[in-house]
């Protein structure tokens, strides 16, 4: 059972990194605007500002498996960044499959009016989203 209190969701990609957060309760999402990386120092930096500004609870990093359930290489790096995040943040941190989250926010943004899009800056944050409601069903 998920404990109370908001969850960030981070869909950490080479350009871009995809935020989603969730209500107190766990059971809304929405995609926050994305942010360029900058590389994992600035993430970490910009992660312990908006922790305690949002009062996030909880944190939920997408892990790229292969497709078929192994552990590569991005998924090896990304395992390494979230013991730093885990180390850094000091809250609760957890790694979640992400495979075909990516197509699956891209077959959604482009059902979204220019608008819309421009909100959210790019497909990454829909992505996180995505990976927030499978974190959120599985738990």
């Given at each position: 059972?998920?404990?109370?209190?908001?969850?960030?969701?981070?869909?950490?990609?080479?350009?871009?990194?995809?935020?989603?957060?969730?209500?107190?309760?766990?059971?809304?999402?929405?995609?926050?605007?994305?942010?360029?990386?900058?590389?994992?120092?600035?993430?970490?930096?910009?992660?312990?500002?908006?922790?305690?500004?949002?009062?996030?609870?909880?944190?939920?990093?997408?892990?790229?498996?292969?497709?078929?359930?192994?552990?590569?290489?991005?998924?090896?790096?990304?395992?390494?960044?979230?013991?730093?995040?885990?180390?850094a943040l000091?809250?609760?941190?957890?790694?979640?499959?992400?495979?075909?989250?990516?197509v699956e926010?891209?077959?959604?943004?482009?059902?979204?009016?220019?608008?819309?899009?421009?909100?959210?800056?790019?497909?990454?944050?829909?992505?996180?989203?995505?990976?927030?409601?499978?974190?959120?069903?599985?738990?």
């Amino acid at each position: 059972m998920v404990s109370r209190g908001r969850i960030l969701a981070v869909d950490y990609g080479d350009k871009n990194i995809g935020l989603a957060c969730s209500d107190e309760l766990g059971l809304t999402v929405r995609p926050l605007p994305s942010m360029p990386n900058l590389g994992r120092r600035d993430l970490i930096h910009r992660l312990q500002t908006m922790v305690p500004e949002m009062d996030i609870r909880r944190l939920v990093l997408g892990i790229p498996f292969n497709m078929d359930g192994t552990r590569g290489d991005s998924a090896l790096r990304m395992e390494r960044l979230e013991a730093r995040l885990r180390a850094a943040l000091k809250i609760p941190l957890a790694g979640v499959d992400e495979r075909l989250s990516t197509v699956e926010a891209l077959e959604f943004w482009r059902t979204m009016s220019p608008k819309q899009q421009r909100k959210y800056r790019t497909v990454d944050s829909l992505a996180a989203a995505l990976i927030l409601e499978r974190y959120l069903r599985e738990n």
